[in-house]
């Protein structure tokens, strides 16, 4: 596609999974992503969870630079003077420190939008705190709610980083439309909030949460049953349905059976119900229930594997996948957004830079003789893949 961003630039110091998920959407859409790393190890989820930095700093450009020292803040000054947004995730506090606080960095760029990711928010008891998805589940209520700490997929990170994205793209329309910068602050906290926004409202009036284990009492016929060659998850919400459902199974017998009359008999016999709707399901495959389903209108799906999921005909033709040669030589599969325009497919995407791997390219554009650089270079304040900077 065309970029919708495409001139735009974007200073990026933020690490783990949140931040750096925005400004990888951020390239993705076209803009000029500077990923702001220590020279030597870069970011810690390089070698912490290697698979998080690799998925989310495709598209960006790797700046090795020590912020502890005064030429490697300034070298960044530099650089957000012609820089159209800076996001960073430090801790409350820590970029203030290093002198690249809000209100230094918009002094001396007044156009530039400052977005900032916390753990707890800017303000606050919590707010000098270091905090990550898994606590921000605890803290927020989420692990309550789930009956478990979801630990594998970071789905409050993927929150937050949308959140973030989609505060973004309005400040930037605004300042366009107006003149006027509006800066952006998003915290992980709120983003687990807003994950559970109906219980909580749902909680305020009624005072009652839903325990998870009791789920499949309230909805019996939502959920996980056993097909012939695999799992299958149903979805048939509405006590409509179950008349359509003993005829599908060829079990008229269960629609008139006492224990399963009405839903809140089906409620109190949920195991027995399970067992007779489990014995009929493991009579045939997966698609074939699914496509009788569909045709009833009750929703269904597969239980699918990583590699059911893989080689899906409809994963194939939304076209969800690119597969990407990395810095170390191997091939991996790597998750496409999930926005599309019409007519405009995904550009391919370059693969996560080495540390420093565009440095010299980064000074150069900043106007840095090749023997000031090997000057900074020799003084530890830049780093480059290449080892030193010529």
Known sequence: MTGALDGMHVVDLTNGFAGNSCTKLLADLGADVIKVESPGKGEFTRTLVPWVFQTFNRNKRSFAVDLRSEEGVELVYRLLERSDIFVQSLRPGAAESLGLGRDEVTRRNPRLIHASLSGFGRTGPSSHRKGVDVVMQAESGLSAIQGKMLTNTSFVDASAGLHLLAGLLASVIKRERTGMVDHVTVNLLDSALYLESVPMAEYSVTGHVLDPAAYVKRFPTVSVFSAADGPLFLAAYWDSQWQQLCALLDRPDLATDERFRTLDDRRANVTALRSEMDQEFRRRPRKEWVA?????????????????????????????????????????????????????????SSAAPRVGEHTAQVLAHLGVEPAEMARLAGAGVIGSAEGPVP
């Open 292 to 348: 009788e389903l569909d045709k009833l209108a009750i929703m269904a799906g597969s239980a699918n594997t990583f590699a059911d999921v893989l080689a899906d005909d409809q994963v194939r033709i939304n076209d969800s996948f690119e597969t990407l040669t990395m810095s170390d030589g191997r091939e991996a599969t790597f998750v496409k957004p999930a926005v599309r325009f019409a007519g405009c497919p995904w550009a391919p």
